[in-house]
């Protein structure tokens, strides 16, 4: 009889002693246990990209599946308006959210804004327009169109608002040190680095590489026929599988290597975006 009440009391005591850790360690939530993995401080954590899998399944959410179609395989899905075997992902590459590759998250709350080269302040509507006419050498959506409206809930989704994760960085084309370029070595590294991708003669290997001249590719009114412009594209996120291993100088010789090579005529009637 006294072993069982002494068996008893070592358990009422093991359990008054357990139970004493675990209020204490509730009570004081920042304590690390091996029962409470800590959590990082509001605004600590990177920032992710929502999941395609997270839009709902009404109207709005079909608007902007659209959106990520035509952005992700534009030739295919908005062919009315796109002459150029180029994607809009091709130049905002990873759906439109890779760091340096001029991405579009956190668009919507910048535009309107002034366009250098339009000389007035624009709509994001507009800016689209732009990539249209000159990127995708094509023609202008229809302004209340469903790929327009598409389009723009794609970005707008992708610019969710994150309050508890760091702040979106790498918007744009970093600008470069302003290097001579030159086009025969440009040439020499395309060979070496570019073709296996572009081609020999830079006509892509579509839908997976784009056309980088030629008469599937964007025209010379497009943002990526400036040298400058495409030697931060390629020094930030070329070659895609080796991304980093070339210099600046050699991000200028082939950006002049292929401003040098064929590409369309801007339309002129399109001079106004």
């Known amino acids: 009889m006294i072993r069982k009440h002494s068996i008893l009391l070592l358990g009422l005591l093991c359990a008054a002693f357990y139970g004493g850790i675990l209020w204490f360690g509730f009570s004081h939530p920042r304590l690390s246990t091996w029962w409470s993995l800590p959590t990082e401080p509001p605004g600590t954590m990177p920032w992710h990209a929502p999941s395609i899998e997270s839009v709902s399944a009404d109207s709005q959410g079909e608007l902007i599946r659209q959106g990520r179609r035509i952005f992700i395989a534009t030739p295919e899905f908005a062919s009315d308006h796109a002459r150029a075997l180029v994607s809009c992902s091709d130049c905002h590459m990873q759906g439109g959210i890779r760091p340096y590759a001029s991405p579009m998250v956190g668009l919507p709350a910048i535009f309107p804004t002034y366009n250098k080269r339009a000389g007035r302040v624009i709509t994001l509507a507009e800016r689209i327009q732009e990539c249209f006419v000159r990127s995708e050498n094509g023609t202008p959506l229809d302004p209340q169109g469903r790929e327009m409206r598409a389009l723009l809930a794609y970005i707008d989704w992708l610019s969710t608002p994150q309050p508890t994760r760091r702040k979106f960085i790498g918007r744009g084309l970093v600008p470069m040190p302003a ?34 001249w030629g008469p599937d590719a964007y025209n010379d009114g497009a943002g990526m026929n400036q040298i400058p412009k495409m030697a931060a594209f390629v020094y930030h996120n070329m070659p895609q599988n080796r991304p980093g291993t070339i210099t600046a100088q050699q991000a200028w010789d082939v950006a002049a290597f292929i401003h040098n090579q064929p590409h369309p005529a801007f339309n002129q009637a399109y001079k106004h975006y």
């Open 179 to 212: 290097l001579t370029p030159d086009p025969a070595r440009g040439q020499r590294l395309y060979v070496a680095q570019c073709a296996g991708c572009h081609g020999p003669i830079g006509a892509g290997y579509t839908p997976q590489f784009p056309p980088l």
